[in-house]
């Protein structure tokens, strides 16, 4: 079941504009997604893509082991 959770910090990955893939930071801190963040732009190549961490707004769901996934993001800052 998805429910949309406002403020959650998130990984996002964006290409020519448009964010392509996101990622649910476990703890919410934002100094774990800038480790994330840095571990992410020593393996791509920083030309193509953008890394950046921020509140987003979003649908989130949880499965059944506990991990909380997004599924959808409505508002972002990007």
Request: hydrophobic share 35%; proline share 1%; with cysteine.
């Amino acid at each position: 079941m998805s429910e949309l959770a406002v403020g959650i910090i998130a990984l996002c990955m964006i290409y020519k504009g448009g964010v392509i893939e996101h990622t649910y930071v476990k703890d919410q801190k934002m100094s774990t997604c800038l480790k994330m963040k840095r571990t992410v732009e020593r393996s791509v190549n920083p030309q193509n893509v953008r890394m950046a961490c921020g509140k987003i707004k979003a649908m989130v769901e949880t499965d059944e082991t506990g991990r909380k996934k997004i599924t959808k993001i409505i508002e972002d800052k990007y």
